[in-house]
């Protein structure tokens, strides 16, 4: 009866291609970042003072808010991406925005999550300086994709038809 649990037929399968594709592009990326950069702090304009490549270790969590704490946000990391991994296995069918968008939270939480487990810290390196917004990577891109998705989904839609 176990062996069933793991061979069920899973419906979900634009979930799981979404959060092995993001995770796999994450990681790449920041290996990129690392193999390509000699240390933190350096930067690479791409369009100069628009939007650059600038390699940061972040300690700490979106916006390098709670600096240090990779501890206990490695934990929740994995507990989020276990939850999500649950849930889409135990659901029975997510609509093709839903699958996308918890991938995409999978991929973001895993992402980060795994860095923090392996090295301690994150690797951050798309910087905005036009808007002078914090560095960050493609974990925090897909994370943020994932929550517009959801929101997206579960907005309510009008009751009113279109007129013809």
Sequence with gaps: MRLKFFVAPQP?????FVAITGLILDQKSKDWVVLT???????????PQVFHF???????????AFRGGAGWLKWLSLGVSFALMIFA????KLSRLEQIA???LLAGALGNGLD????????DFLDFRL?????????????NLGMIGLLLAHFPRSSVSPRP
Excluded: M
């Excluded at 600038?54 to 390098?64: K, P």
């Excluded at 808007?131 to 990577?137: E, H, L, Q, R, W």
């Design 89 to 92: 296995w135990k659901t029975p």
């Design 54 to 64: 600038t390699y940061v270790l972040n300690t700490g969590a979106a916006f390098s």
């Design 37 to 47: 950069f000699q240390e933190p702090g350096q930067t690479w304009p791409l369009i």
């Design 131 to 143: 808007i002078n917004f914090p560095v960050f990577n493609l974990a925090d891109v897909l994370i």
């Design 116 to 123: 923090r487990f392996f090295l301690g810290h994150v690797v």
């Design 102 to 104: 918890y991938g995409c």
């Design 12 to 16: 979900n399968y634009l979930f799981w």
